[in-house]
Nanobody
Framework: QVQLVESGGGLVPAGGSLRLSCVAS????????MGWYRQAPGKVRELVAA???????NYVDSVKGRFTVSSDNAKNTVYLQMNSLKPEDTAVYYC?????????????????WGKGTLVTVSS
């Protein structure tokens, strides 16, 4: 099993920045993909950004050029740097992880999930 703990959410004005962090623990040796999903009220969960063990990344179109996903394998940590935030970025952001690297392109999610951290962008 893999445990994921997110941090870094909060309230930020439009145009501001936040950095989310997610630390993985447990059976992390088998993890080859980590990423961030979000779910806004009344909307379906969507993949925001993901990265595999080789460093390949994938982003949803709405965040390209504004968000950057990165990882520190030595610390079993994945980050999401969010710049130029918009009110429509408001959501609960979930960290996810999976043994399969191809899941960075998956619309259906990954095997392991954190509990989420709330990001609120005020207009």
């Amino acid at each position: 099993q893999v445990q994921l703990v997110e941090s870094g959410g909060g309230l930020v004005p439009a145009g501001g920045s936040l950095r989310l962090s997610c630390v993985a623990s447990g059976s992390v040796f088998g993890i080859n993909a980590m990423g961030w999903y979000r779910q806004a009220p009344g909307k379906v969960r969507e993949l925001v950004a993901a990265i595999d063990s080789s460093g390949s990344t994938n982003y949803v179109d709405s965040v390209k050029g504004r968000f950057t996903v990165s990882s520190d394998n030595a610390k079993n940590t994945v980050y999401l740097q969010m710049n130029s935030l918009k009110p429509e970025d408001t959501a609960v952001y979930y960290c996810a992880a999976d043994p399969e690297s191809s899941t960075i392109y998956s619309l259906y999610g990954m095997d392991y999930w954190g509990k989420g951290t709330l990001v609120t962008v005020s207009s």
